[in-house]
């Protein structure tokens, strides 16, 4: 589905728009009137969605459907909607799977399409975009994280790779690009129930048959997967659209976290504790960088 689209609006590409907090963004960034540019692998979901927030909100909406670790189709995808619009002003990569089983049971085809869908598809279209960005001198990238961007679980060794290798990406490309008007951001956005655990290869039946401490694990997300989408999604928002979250650009964003406090804090001349001490940010320090630590 497309419509034409008001120049002055803001352009937004959304990934994994179909469902989940993928829908919760839509909805929020078309209520501030952005016109959409939604991925998901499936067309009737995403043309259904199209519908709904074009007669709901009279914005503009493309849709396109494509499996976000295609590399040439996601390539094609952002080439068209740059031609398309002309600009782009903001990317959220919300697509994502998850997968639990244990190193020694996984089956390494599945483990490699988690690190190729979470990883490599945003960087893939994040790459293709950033050109269009550079050239306006303005935009902003957008990428779902999780609490494990630099931290560890049993049965989730590909999860946390691939969230804690694209938290990196956005701190390596924040130093890049943000002189040059693009700021980025990790979003951990609390335990949602976006359907996760239905998604093929998400959980070896086999092993969950089989080992009662993944079991327990599973349903604890499950029980626990009750935060609201839509604060991730006003977020989002929040982000791409008040002038000040520019401080904020290649830092991780819990939202689970009041942003008042951390606003203040970043922003006291350079001297506040995030700064200071690095915070928000994948970091590995030694014994050496310790005060006071003498060999």
């Known amino acids: 589905m497309s419509t034409t689209a008001n120049r002055n609006d803001p352009v937004v590409v959304i990934t994994g728009a179909s469902r989940g907090i993928g829908v919760s963004i839509a909805h929020s960034f078309a209520k501030a009137g952005s016109t959409l540019c939604l991925i998901a692998r499936s067309a009737p979901d995403l043309e259904a969605l199209a519908q709904e927030l074009v007669c709901e909100y009279n914005i503009s909406v493309g849709t396109w459907a494509a499996d976000i670790s295609d590399i040439s189709r996601v390539v094609s995808v952002a080439q068209e909607i740059e031609m398309r619009h002309g600009r782009v002003d903001v990317l959220v990569n919300n697509a994502g799977i998850i997968q639990f089983d244990l190193v020694e049971n996984v089956d390494l085809q599945n483990w490699w399409r988690l690190m190729e869908v979470n990883l490599l598809g945003p960087v893939v279209l994040t790459r293709s975009l950033l050109p269009c960005m550079l050239r306006q001198g303005t935009g902003t990238i957008i990428s779902i994280g999780s609490r494990l961007c630099g931290g560890s679980a049993k049965y989730l060794s590909a999860y ?24 980025t951001f990790i979003v951990q956005p609390g335990n949602v129930d976006t359907s996760i655990l239905t998604e093929p290869g998400a959980v070896n039946p086999a092993s969950l048959s089989e080992d009662p401490e993944l079991a327990r694990r599973v349903q604890a997300l499950r029980d626990t997967s009750t935060c609201d989408p839509r604060v991730t999604a006003d977020l989002c928002v929040t982000l791409a659209s008040l002038p000040e979250a520019r401080i904020l650009s290649g830092l991780y964003i819990d939202t689970e976290e009041g942003l008042d406090n951390i606003f203040q804090d970043i922003s006291a001349s350079g001297k506040g ?8 940010q994948l970091n590995i320090r030694k014994l050496a960088d310790v005060e006071g630590y003498a060999k």
């Not at 946390?160 to 490309?173: D, G, I, N, R, V």
């Not at 504790?273 to 928000?280: D, P, W």
Request: charge should be positive; include cysteine.
């Open 160 to 183: 946390a790779c691939s969230k804690t290798a694209l938290m990196q990406f956005h701190q390596c490309l924040h130093r890049e690009v943000w002189a040059r008007g693009i700021s």
């Open 273 to 280: 504790l995030i700064q200071q001490h690095e915070l928000y």
